[in-house]
Nanobody, 114 residues
Framework: QVQLVESGGGLVQTGGSLRLSCAAS????????MGWYRQAPGKQRVLLAY???????YYAESVKGRFTISRDNAGNTVYLQMNNLNPEDTAVYLC????????WGQGTQVTVSS
């Protein structure tokens, strides 16, 4: 059974930082690239970044230079370090494989105040 548990969200001011974590079941983590996505109210879910098993990375233009994705293959965990946050980053953040599998976790809320 696929399990994805995101954590680390919260309320920060503009310019602040957060580090998100995602604990994934071995079945989804082991042989897949892992990605972080976000969904803002009234908007579609979008891909922010992904990291391959070999640690190659991709970033969407909106977060390039501010967010860093990493993974701990031994711990089945993927991280997202987010710096220089702004109110447009307010959303629910979710992780999944890339491309995503059908099941999603609950996500973690990130709110950036101006």
């Amino acid at each position: 059974q696929v399990q994805l548990v995101e954590s680390g969200g919260g309320l920060v001011q503009t310019g602040g930082s957060l580090r998100l974590s995602c604990a994934a079941s071995r079945s989804i983590f082991y042989s897949n690239a892992m990605g972080w996505y976000r969904q803002a109210p009234g908007k579609q879910r979008v891909l922010l970044a992904y990291i391959s098993q070999g640690h190659s990375t991709y970033y969407a233009e909106s977060v390039k230079g501010r967010f860093t994705i990493s993974r701990d293959n031994a711990g089945n965990t993927v991280y997202l370090q987010m710096n220089n946050l702004n109110p447009e980053d307010t959303a629910v953040y979710l992780c999944n494989s890339y491309p995503p599998q059908r099941s999603w976790g609950q996500g973690t809320q990130v709110t950036v105040s101006s």
